[in-house]
């Protein structure tokens, strides 16, 4: 079983649309959950962090976290084309300490115009 | 201001020899990160650095050979590379992991260096 876990996608969605990522993970003990956006051939970009059970809103952005059942997901509203990158969900904070991220594989996203 | 700042952009190498990467970051983190990518993969962590000594080194091969001369820069010495390294050579920093702060371990990364090995 794979430690965070991610669709590989593409999800593709239209312009306008909310698209929904989605990430489990295996280690209960993890602490702190991150989205990272990455353009192909770039670095990842920090989106957002979550370290508590609920909804956190940036912008068109909001990360949901429900540590009873080991996921976490990312909204984007209104999704614009220059949204289309892949999405890493990192956990940090488990069996692995506080400096060893532990990726998922990402996740494709392609918003059509 | 998160800017963590990475040079060169790209660098080609031949196996024998010797390059350097270098990172710096001014905003006053101390946990320091390289890692390697590969297309269509994950960031892959091969060293951390906290307060400027090694804390973790994921078995990395003794060709890559990290060095943090202050709290503010980080490099990685190369040397004798083979071709299954090239790879995008990123840098991060954090405030400070173990300091058990939320936020503390948020991770920023650099831009990255692309490197070649011919």
């Known amino acids: 079983q794979k430690e965070v876990e991610q669709n590989s996608g593409p999800l593709s969605v239209p312009e306008g649309a909310i698209a929904s990522l989605n990430c489990t993970y295996s280690?209960?003990?993890?602490?702190?959950f991150f989205w990272y956006r990455q353009y192909s051939g770039k670095s990842p970009e920090l989106i957002m962090f979550?370290?508590?059970?609920g909804d956190k809103e940036d912008g068109r952005f909001t990360a949901q976290l429900n540590k009873a059942s080991q996921y976490v997901s990312l909204l984007i509203r209104d999704s614009q084309p220059s949204d289309s990158a892949t999405y890493l969900c990192?956990?940090?904070?488990?069996?692995?300490?506080?400096?060893?991220?532990?990726f998922g594989t990402g996740t494709r996203l392609k918003v059509l115009a | 201001d998160t800017e963590v700042t990475q040079t060169p952009k790209h660098l080609v190498m031949g196996m024998t020899n010797k390059k350097s990467l270098k990172c710096e970051q001014h905003m006053g983190h101390r946990a320091m990160y390289w890692y390697k990518q590969k297309a269509k993969k994950p960031p892959e962590l091969m060293f951390v650095?906290?307060?400027?000594?090694?804390?973790i080194n994921e078995s990395v091969p003794s060709r890559f050979s990290p060095e943090c001369p202050n709290s503010s820069l980080l490099n990685l010495h190369l040397h004798a590379l083979q071709p299954e390294d090239s790879a995008l050579y990123l840098c991060?920093?954090?405030?400070?992991?173990?300091?058990?702060?939320?936020?503390?371990?948020?991770?920023?990364f650099g831009p990255g260096t692309r490197l070649t090995v011919l």
């Open positions: 650095y906290s307060y400027e000594k090694l804390s």
């Open positions: 280690d209960r003990g993890s602490q702190s």
């Open positions: 990192a956990v940090n904070g488990g069996t692995s300490g506080t400096y060893k991220y532990i």
């Open positions: 991060a920093s954090s405030q400070d992991a173990a300091l058990g702060l939320r936020g503390a371990d948020t991770q920023y």
């Open positions: 979550i370290y508590s059970n």
